[in-house]
Structure formats: C-alpha cells, structure tokens
C-alpha cells in the first residue's frame, strides 16, 4: 500500500510564506510525476503545480513566479514553497503521485491566508 502525508499548511498573513511537504511510503519503486491540486471552498480542485520524474514542472497560471514545485526522489517527498500568499490561495492542498499508472492522494492540508 502507498500512503501520502502532506504537512506545513496553516495561518498566514498576506505576503508571508509557507512551505508543503508531502512524503510518499509503502510499495514503491520509482514515482513518475508527482504535484499538488488545491480546492478552495465552494469551488472546484484544481491543478497547483506538477513535476515530471525528468523535473519538468508546470503551473497554474495563479501562481506562476510565486510558487515552485521540487523533489526529492531519495526521501520520496515533494515540496511546494509558496511566496507572496494571497488571500485568494487560501484553499486545501492536497499532493499526489503518479505511480506504476496509478494516482496515490493525501489527505489534504489547510492553507489559510488572512488579509
């Protein structure tokens, strides 16, 4: 079995900063593409930010030169660091993991901007 477990969501000013991080454990042998979605309240998931196992990354247009995606394929982790937060970022995030054709989720973490 493969489990994911998001942490470092929480409260934050508008302009602060925060950093996610998303560990993958259980069965695995190799993650292709892993990413973060983000669904705010009353609207729909949406992609945030996705890495390719070649490190190619792509963006939501909301948040292009704010946040970046990296990984760390040893640890089974990716992370999103997430720069002049507004309060339009507020939302859960939520990390995924492309393994063997098959999508893996966590749980979800809180991410709270206050203006």
């Known amino acids: 079995q493969v489990q994911l477990v998001e942490s470092g969501g929480g409260l934050v000013q508008a302009g602060g900063s925060l950093r996610l991080s998303c560990a993958a454990s259980?069965?695995?042998?190799?993650?292709?593409?892993m990413g973060w979605y983000r669904q705010a309240p009353g609207k729909q998931r949406e992609l945030v930010a996705h890495?390719?196992?070649?490190?190619?990354?792509n963006y939501a247009d909301s948040v292009k030169g704010r946040f970046t995606i990296s990984r760390e394929n040893a640890k089974n982790r990716v992370y999103l660091q997430m720069n002049s937060l507004n309060a339009e970022d507020t939302a859960v995030y939520y990390c995924?993991?492309?393994?063997?054709?098959?999508?893996?989720w966590g749980q979800g973490t809180q991410v709270t901007v206050s203006s």
């Open positions: 259980g069965n695995i042998l190799s993650i292709n593409a």
């Open positions: 995924y993991i492309n393994l063997q054709m098959t999508y893996y």
């Open positions: 890495i390719s196992s070649g490190r190619s990354t």
